[in-house]
């Protein structure tokens, strides 16, 4: 059975920093691609950052290049996003999700996401 769970949001001031966390089980995070999303209250899901099968490729949205970076430990089996200069509109749930091909809408398997709060 796999499992995703994220960990790690927070309340945090404009311009600081958190660390998400992605916990796999039932499945090892190298062979997968795995992305976070995140939904802000009355906005649709939005894709943010994507990491390929066996790590090649990592992709960023514009609304978060320059701020976010996404890694993985496999290892740990855990996805991470460390994520600087928090801006109020970065205020969202924010959700990992893999996929046995590639980062899309429709993802295989979805955690429960973690809150993400910025303000002051």
């Known amino acids: 059975q796999v499992q995703l769970v994220e960990s790690g949001g927070a309340l945090v001031e404009p311009g600081g920093s958190l660390r998400l966390s992605c916990a796999a089980s039932g499945l090892p995070v190298a062979e997968y691609a795995i992305g976070w999303f995140r939904q802000a209250p009355g906005k649709e899901r939005e894709g943010i950052s994507c990491?390929?099968?066996?790590?090649?490729?990592?992709n960023y949205a514009d609304s978060v290049k320059g701020r976010f970076i996404m890694s993985r430990d496999n290892a740990k089996n855990t996805v991470y996003l460390q994520m600087t200069g928090l801006k109020p509109e970065d205020t969202a749930v924010y959700y990992c999700?893999?996929?046995?091909?590639?980062?899309?809408?429709?993802?295989?398997?979805w955690g429960k996401g973690t809150l993400v709060t910025v303000s002051s």
């Open positions: 990491i390929s099968r066996f790590g090649s490729d990592t």
């Open positions: 999700a893999a996929d046995r091909t590639t980062c899309r809408r429709s993802m295989d398997w």
